[in-house]
């Protein structure tokens, strides 16, 4: 039972830092293609921007003063990254629900 619960905290933990990796990418790439100075910056500043989000809210507001210039290859590297971030979530979610199963049903 403990190396179920060790597995599933994995799976989370390896989506968590996917999810962070995917998102910096993210914006990286869109920052490059708005023409934005410091795009790794923007990317750091997005996940590590505080504990709600705020850098990434601070991001998505700042970014709206500069046209998108992004190129097709670009943009299928975008969409490829935004699976793959949307695979994370469903690691995320899929071990924490495994977790809270084997806390409240761990005993039987």
């Known amino acids: 039972m403990i190396a179920l619960v060790i597995v599933f905290v994995f799976v989370v933990l390896l989506g968590a830092f996917s999810l962070a990796y995917q998102v910096y990418?993210?914006?990286v790439l869109d920052a490059e293609s708005r023409?934005?100075?410091?795009?790794?910056f923007w990317?750091?500043?997005s996940v590590g921007g505080g504990q709600g989000g705020g850098g990434l809210?601070?991001?998505?507001?700042?970014?709206?003063?500069?046209?998108?210039?992004?190129?097709?290859?670009?943009?299928?590297?975008f969409e490829s990254r935004k699976r793959r971030?949307?695979?994370?979530?469903?690691?995320?979610?899929?071990g924490g629900i495994a977790l809270v199963f084997l806390a409240l049903f761990g005993n039987l």
């Open 85 to 94: 971030a949307g695979l994370s979530l469903c690691f995320i979610a899929v």
């Open 35 to 40: 023409g934005l100075k410091h795009p790794g």
């Open 57 to 77: 809210v601070l991001y998505l507001i700042g970014r709206n003063k500069y046209p998108s210039a992004m190129t097709q290859e670009n943009k299928a590297v």
């Open 25 to 27: 990418r993210l914006v």
């Open 43 to 45: 990317g750091i500043f």
